[in-house]
């Protein structure tokens, strides 16, 4: 297993903040996410949570750090102690989307931008599978790596003030699901009808980091369908295991 080179700074008076390589990489996420369970499954008193996004995590103390040196060495040493996590379980989530213009209302300006047919933007988006990296922004709001370069499209200038729940949208290098109604920078080309975050205290979102993303294209009817069996509680993510 390759050891990356890490950094560590104080991030506050109880966290420190760990830093791999500035870069989106599986490689990277896989080695954050080993170190990330190695942390947890320490069972470090002082410790109270551990958060990780794209190529860094937090690790959070329950009382303010002493002396951060000698926090800083101990991390240092649970990293080179990390073993690799073989069959790590993860899941392969299909998530139904409908691309229909009711709701894909920035298609038209980015089929024009982009030179590319509504079509083609359709296919591009539905047909790569998707890494969760982290779960960030909004609660349930899941950050996703893999977005086919032909589609990279700049941020709105002007975010919109409010976007439907379940909006699947494009921002520069990234796409993502709005899990619920909110302001929005990026740029929206369907709509999901799943909930992507509840109530519940152990699972809030069916998905976490290191899971892979699959959307599939639903045509309105279907979406509508599906809209009412989530509703109803009677819709299951179809979805299935596999190993990292």
Not at 20 to 48: E, G
Request: proline fraction near 5%.
């Amino acid at each position: 297993m390759k050891d990356f080179e890490l950094t560590y700074h104080r991030f506050s008076e109880r966290s420190i903040l760990v830093q791999w390589p500035h870069r989106i990489s599986k490689n990277i996420l896989n080695d954050v996410l080993i170190f990330k369970n190695h942390l947890l499954k320490s069972n470090i008193k002082q410790v109270l949570q551990v958060n990780n996004a794209y190529n860094s995590i937090l690790v959070i103390y329950k009382c303010t750090i002493d002396v951060v040196y000698d926090e800083v060495f101990a991390l240092k040493a649970l990293y080179f102690s990390r073993a690799n996590a073989k069959n790590h379980v993860f899941r392969l989530w299909r998530i139904p989307v409908c691309y229909d213009d009711k709701f894909g209302i920035d298609l038209d300006e980015m089929s024009i931008e982009m030179k590319l047919s509504k079509s083609e933007i359709i296919k591009r988006h539905s047909e790569v599978f998707y890494t969760v990296f982290f779960i960030g922004f909004l609660p349930g709001f899941l950050y996703l790596g893999g977005l086919d370069k032909q589609l990279f499209f700049p941020r709105k200038k002007s975010p919109r003030l409010q976007i439907e729940k379940g909006a699947v949208a494009i921002g520069n290098q990234q796409t993502g699901i709005y899990p619920n109604v909110s302001p929005a920078g990026w740029n929206i080309i369907g709509n999901s009808p799943l909930e992507f975050f509840n109530n519940e205290p152990n699972l809030p979102c069916f998905a976490k980091a290191g899971d892979t993303i699959q959307f599939i294209p639903v045509s309105i009817e279907v979406h509508n369908e599906i809209l009412k069996a989530v509703q109803n509680g009677t819709y299951s993510i179809e979805s299935e295991v596999v190993y990292g």
